[in-house]
T-cell receptor, first 114, second 112 residues
Framework: GESVGLHLPTLSVQEGDNSIINCAYS??????FIWYKQESGKGPQFIID?????DKRQGQRVTVLLNKTVKHLSLQIAATQPGDSAVYFCAEKKGNNAGNMLTFGGGTRLMVKP | KAGVTQTPRYLIKTRGQQVTLSCSPI?????VSWYQQTPGQGLQFLFE???????NKGNFPGRFSGRQFSNSRSEMNVSTLELGDSALYLCASSLGQVETQYFGPGTRLLVL
């Protein structure tokens, strides 16, 4: 993902609608991708992950899609709730030799309107 | 199972001082990674420790260092603090090399 400094892209959705947060990753050698949610004053919270041998993975109300051709990752949240309001980060890891070094995108702020 | 804990949660220092931050991983986790989060640079990897050995290091000056103890607890140290070191320092732990990393709440450092 591209860092955008102080200005985070913001997605504003109505409660109950579906949300789609997008992320472009940088390294075609990356083989593991994760989405984290960060609420104000807290550390990032794991949401869902996907390995490069998959193109879709579903969790509870969340789906991650991976398009390796265009190096694009998306997080879909179904029936968005006020508690989903947070900053969402995608992260990538470049192969097993990278240990646990994650490269993070700049983040997207999700605002849910009641 | 308790999550990742970090101490202290908040810290104020002045330029030139040094600081030590502590991280206790989730029980059983052997890998601890440190990240710096700032509004300008986002989340950046500092270093990772596994079984008391530094396995990876990010692009930070030598003023940033760390270590891991035999019980997997980790500390990071920043010497000769600069104003730009003001940030949220996050610790993450995982079982090993390929498992999911879980983050602590962070230590917010303010350098005056």
């Amino acid at each position: 993902g591209e860092s955008v400094g102080l200005h985070l892209p913001t997605l504003s959705v109505q409660e109950g609608d579906n949300s789609i947060i997008n992320c472009a990753y940088s390294n075609s050698a990356s083989d593991y991708f994760i989405w984290y949610k960060q609420e104000s004053g807290k550390g990032p919270q794991f949401i869902i992950d996907i390995r490069s041998n998959m193109d879709k993975r579903q969790g509870q109300r969340v789906t991650v899609l991976l398009n390796k051709t265009v190096k694009h990752l998306s997080l879909q949240i179904a029936a968005t709730q006020p508690g989903d309001s947070a900053v969402y980060f995608c992260a990538e890891k470049k192969g097993n030799n990278a240990g646990n070094m994650l490269t993070f995108g700049g983040g997207t702020r999700l605002m849910v309107k009641p | 199972k308790a999550g990742v804990t970090q101490t202290p949660r908040y810290l104020i220092k002045t330029r030139g001082q040094q600081v030590t931050l502590s991280c206790s991983p989730i029980s059983g986790h052997r890998s601890v990674s440190w990240y710096q989060q700032t509004p300008g640079q986002g989340l950046q990897f500092l270093f990772e420790y596994f079984s008391e050995t530094q396995r990876n290091k990010g692009n930070f000056p030598g003023r940033f260092s760390g270590r891991q103890f035999s019980n997997s607890r980790s500390e990071m140290n920043v010497s000769t603090l600069e104003l730009g070191d003001s940030a949220l320092y996050l610790c993450a732990s995982s079982l090993g090399q390929v498992e999911t990393q879980y983050f602590g709440p962070g230590t917010r450092l303010l350098v005056l």
